[in-house]
């Protein structure tokens, strides 16, 4: 069983920047593929970012250039640096753990872009 928990949301004005962070459990972090998705109210989840454990990321095309994702197995954390920020990435965004075959989520922490 491994446990993700998300933290760093909150509001920010628009073109501001704001960093998430997601702590998941077990001795094999560096093992799992990472991401970060978003569910804006009345839409789909969507993937924002992904790294796998030899640190290749990919990113949906509405983030490129913006957000970047990164990880620290020392500390078994994930990060998503959000820069530039639009209003429109105001959304709900979930940690995702990939191990194992199994997929664990986070309970998702507030992103809010508004002036």
């Known amino acids: 069983q491994v446990q993700v928990v998300e933290s760093g949301g909150g509001l920010v004005q628009p073109g501001g920047s704001l960093r998430l962070s997601c702590a998941a459990s077990?001795?094999?972090?560096?093992?799992?593929?990472m991401g970060w998705y978003r569910q804006a109210p009345g839409n789909q989840r969507e993937l924002v970012a992904r790294?796998?454990?030899?640190?290749?990321?990919n990113y949906a095309d509405s983030v490129k250039g913006r957000f970047t994702i990164s990880r620290d197995n020392a500390k078994n954390t994930v990060y998503l640096q959000m820069n530039s920020l639009k209003p429109e990435d105001t959304a709900v965004y979930y940690c995702h753990a990939y191990a194992g075959g199994i997929d664990y989520w986070g309970k998702g922490t507030l992103v809010t872009v508004s002036s």
């Open positions: 077990g001795s094999i972090f560096s093992g799992y593929v």
């Open positions: 790294i796998t454990s030899i640190y290749s990321t």
